[in-house]
């Protein structure tokens, strides 16, 4: 699993609080993502991380935002939470690959709600 | 917007029988990637199949990829219970700064014992 965890795992919320979700690694991986997966639509893009303070918007930024103050972690934040941000919300890091090629490896996943 | 389409959105097959799932892309690729995913569970890495190969195998899994036709296929052989998972390919442009992959919606794939 490469060392990732999330948390929280589940969390039910109302609308218009801040949420603040966790990934953490372990192993020093430059590059994290947060994705968010809901039926129909597969898995898109919020943003990215190449770097400590270093972040980019991705397919679905809008309503979002992100911080990486250590490289271990990744913190996604709902400044004001809508029923439309109700989804599955995956982080992952890149795990280099012989001649510039890369995986992904997944963390478990927060399943959040939004009332 | 989805760079990956898997074809079918579900497939439902007997234990033993083989299952094949397709992904048409649209840009050109560096490498096209296919993972899994079980109920409730993060995605998996199954396989990596870069843009100058056309045929790729690991254990019962046959992932073939014809770039001018911008498509790829995921074949499981034999397929068991076990497999029963959604399965979803992922191209890698190779031109971002971010090792960014972009997923198609995904195979929902059913075995039946």
């Known amino acids: 699993d490469a060392g990732i965890t999330q948390s929280p795992r589940h969390k039910v919320t109302e609308t218009g609080t801040p949420v603040t979700l966790r990934c953490h690694q372990t192993?020093?991986?430059?590059?994290m993502y947060w994705y968010r997966q809901d039926p129909g639509h597969g898995l898109r893009l919020i943003h990215y991380?190449?770097?400590?303070?270093?972040?980019d918007k991705g397919e679905v930024s809008d309503g979002y935002s992100v911080s990486r103050s250590k490289t271990e972690d990744f913190l996604l934040t709902l400044e004001s939470a809508t029923s439309s941000q109700t989804s599955v919300y995956f982080c992952?890091?890149?795990?280099?690959?012989?001649?510039?090629?890369?995986?992904?490896?997944f963390g478990p996943g927060t399943r959040l709600t939004v009332t | 917007s989805q760079q990956g389409e898997e074809d079918p959105q579900a497939l439902s097959i007997q234990e033993g029988e083989n299952a094949t799932m397709n992904c048409s892309y649209k840009?050109?690729?560096?490498?096209l990637q296919w993972y899994r995913q079980n109920s409730g569970r993060g995605l998996v890495h199954l396989i990596l199949?870069?843009?100058?190969?056309r045929e790729k195998h690991s254990g019962r899994l046959r992932v073939t990829l014809d770039t001018s036709k911008k498509s790829s296929s995921l074949l499981i052989t034999a397929s068991r219970a076990a497999d029963t998972a959604s399965y979803f390919c992922?191209?890698?442009?190779?031109?971002?700064?971010?090792?960014?992959?972009?997923f198609g919606g995904g195979t929902r794939l059913m075995v039946k014992p």
């Open positions: 992952a890091i890149s795990e280099p690959l012989r001649q510039g090629h890369y995986e992904q490896y």
């Open positions: 192993e020093n991986h430059r590059y």
């Open positions: 991380s190449y770097g400590v303070k270093d972040t």
């Open positions: 840009t050109s690729i560096n490498n």
């Open positions: 199949i870069r843009s100058n190969e």
């Open positions: 992922a191209t890698d442009e190779g031109s971002n700064a971010g090792n960014m992959l972009t």
